[in-house]
Every structure is written in structure tokens, then in C-alpha cells.
């Protein structure tokens, strides 16, 4: 199966989900996203998800002065996004157990 088709269908909710712990500039939310098991997240997905995100409502955005380079845009959920990802968390949950229970006599 291909993994990064997977990704591309829960990529929102991971976004979602890392904003949910503190506010982040994209580089840190892929990073995150890496961290946690994520490795095959591109850089161009991350931050065109964080955009369509911002586009849609979700998110809101302010910028940051670095002593590392540029300003970095932050982004943080507002109770749009939090909405969105408590009903994308009990979809994620009932879609997970059904696969469970499909897949739990297969050998692996």
C-alpha cells in the first residue's frame, strides 16, 4: 500500500493535530509531523495545507521576528479549526477501529 496516499487523506487532522499542542511556522509543524512517525511529509504539502487551512477559516496566522534569518509566519488554531479537528479526531477513530476490525484475522 502506498503510505503517502494514506497522508495525503489525513494530512489536514496531523496539521491540525500538532497546531492543537502550541502554535508553529511550517518548517517546525513538518518537523513535528517527522518526529512523530511522519517521515514521508513533504515540505510543499505541509505548506500548502497550512495555507488552504488559513484560506478556509481554520487557522489563524502573525508574524515572528527571528535572530536566525527572516520572520517566520505562525500559525495557531482558532475555534474553527478546533472544531474541525474534534470532528475529523471522531471520524479518524471510527475509521480506524472499522479497519481494525476488517483487518484483524489477516496475518501480517
Known amino acids: 500500500m502506498d503510505s503517502s496516499q494514506l497522508l495525503k487523506g489525513v ?3 496531523a ?9 508553529s511556522y511550517g518548517y517546525d509543524v513538518v ?9 514521508e511529509v513533504g515540505d ?9 487551512l488559513f484560506k478556509a477559516g481554520a487557522l489563524n496566522s502573525y508574524v515572528v521576528a527571528s535572530d536566525e534569518g527572516p520572520h517566520r509566519k505562525y500559525y495557531g488554531l482558532n475555534d474553527v479549526g478546533r472544531s474541525l479537528l474534534a470532528s475529523s479526531a471522531k471520524t479518524w ?16
Open 31 to 39: 518537523r513535528r509531523l517527522r518526529e512523530v512517525g511522519l517521515e
Open 44 to 52: 510543499a504539502s505541509v505548506y500548502g495545507t497550512l495555507r488552504r
Open 93 to 108: 477513530t471510527f475509521f480506524a477501529a472499522t479497519m481494525n476490525d476488517l483487518l484483524k484475522e489477516v496475518d501480517a
Open 15 to 23: 496539521v491540525l493535530a500538532v497546531l492543537n499542542e502550541r502554535d
Open 11 to 13: 494530512l489536514d487532522v
